[in-house]
């Protein structure tokens, strides 16, 4: 199932859906451009409704921008309203319109759901998240990401099928060994 650890344990500095306290953890790390992140994200959902509080869903970014031109500034419009209390809406949004990912595009997204446009606008200009966005690219190198996605599982990375059955049926072990241990 996994190959090497996650150097940065999942914390408050993230951007996650689910309990904290929940058995099992799915780290994702992503590139809003990437034909395959794009094709993980439906997967990703369909898991955190199936799960339900058994499952803590956190975000990472990892833009290649070497071979997705817009995967950076996509980053940093996600984190430009994460600072507006819209991460997650800008992440769907982001996924749901992954071929038209340019500047003008990322406004009307912003404005779509209900951003501040000249302050989202403004946070682009001056690369206001660009840090964070770098932070998170960083702790991915250190952990041993090399392409997108790559998941973790408790901290463990997930080298398996991204297909629904998949990994289904390893969040609900390691949920289950989770919880077994903590009874005891």
């Known amino acids: 199932m ?3 650890k996650l150097t940065l344990p999942v914390s408050g500095r993230d951007h996650t859906l689910g309990p904290a306290n929940a058995p099992a953890t799915l780290l994702e790390y992503g590139d ?3 034909p395959h992140c794009g094709a993980a994200y439906p997967v990703v959902e369909a ?13 990472r970014h990892f833009p290649l921008s070497q071979i997705h031109p817009h995967a950076l500034l996509a980053a940093e419009a996600a984190e430009a309203a994460g600072a507006q209390g819209e991460f997650w809406e800008m992440h769907d949004a982001l996924f749901t319109h992954q071929d038209a990912l340019d500047g003008a595009h990322l406004k009307l997204y912003a404005a779509a759901i209900g951003l501040d446009t000249g ?10 998240h660009a840090g964070r966005v770098q932070e998170d690219f960083m702790t991915g190198v ?5 392409g997108t996605p790559t998941f973790f599982i ?13 990994m289904y049926a390893v969040i609900a072990e390691v949920a289950e060994a989770s919880r077994r241990a903590a009874v005891r």
């Open 119 to 128: 302050a989202f606008q403004r946070d682009l200009e001056t690369q206001a």
């Open 47 to 59: 898991l955190r409704e199936r799960l339900g509080d058994i499952l803590h869903f956190a975000y």
């Open 142 to 146: 250190r952990s041993g990401v090399n």
């Open 32 to 34: 809003y451009e990437c």
């Open 154 to 166: 408790n901290g463990l990375r997930y080298d398996g099928s991204r297909d629904f059955v998949s």
């Open 2 to 4: 996994t190959h090497g």
